[in-house]
Nanobody
Framework: HVQLVEYGGGSVQPGGSLRLSCAAS????????MAWFRQAPGKGREGVAG???????AAADSVKGRFTISRDSAKTTLFLEMSSLKPDDTAMYYCATGVYCANVLSPSEYDTWGQGTQVTVS
């Protein structure tokens, strides 16, 4: 049974930085995709950045050049380095994993989610 726990959210001023971590337990080699999503109040869940089935990283245009996704060598911990944060980045951030992800940034591709960590930029 795969479980995901996110860490590192908080409040920061515009232009600041935060680092999110997502630790996976019960993780198996069949889990090929891991990604970060976010959801602001009143909005849908949006793909932020992730690693697809082929191991290649993808990121939303809105965060390119500001956010960096990485993972440890065991592929059980996912990181999101966020810099030059803007108020529009305010959201609950979720980590997710799936077995096969044709579209890395699509929430429908993932079947296991963490509880989320809040990021507030103001």
């Amino acid at each position: 049974h795969v479980q995901l726990v996110e860490y590192g959210g908080g409040s920061v001023q515009p232009g600041g930085s935060l680092r999110l971590s997502c630790a996976a337990s019960g993780f198996t080699a069949s889990r090929y995709c891991m990604a970060w999503f976010r959801q602001a109040p009143g909005k849908g869940r949006e793909g932020v950045a992730g690693f697809g089935t082929n191991g290649v990283a993808a990121a939303a245009d809105s965060v390119k050049g500001r956010f960096t996704i990485s993972r440890d060598s065991a592929k059980t911990t996912l990181f999101l380095e966020m810099s030059s944060l803007k108020p529009d980045d305010t959201a609950m951030y979720y980590c997710a994993t799936g077995v096969y992800c044709a579209n890395v940034l699509s929430p429908s591709e993932y079947d296991t989610w963490g509880q989320g960590t809040q990021v507030t930029v103001s």
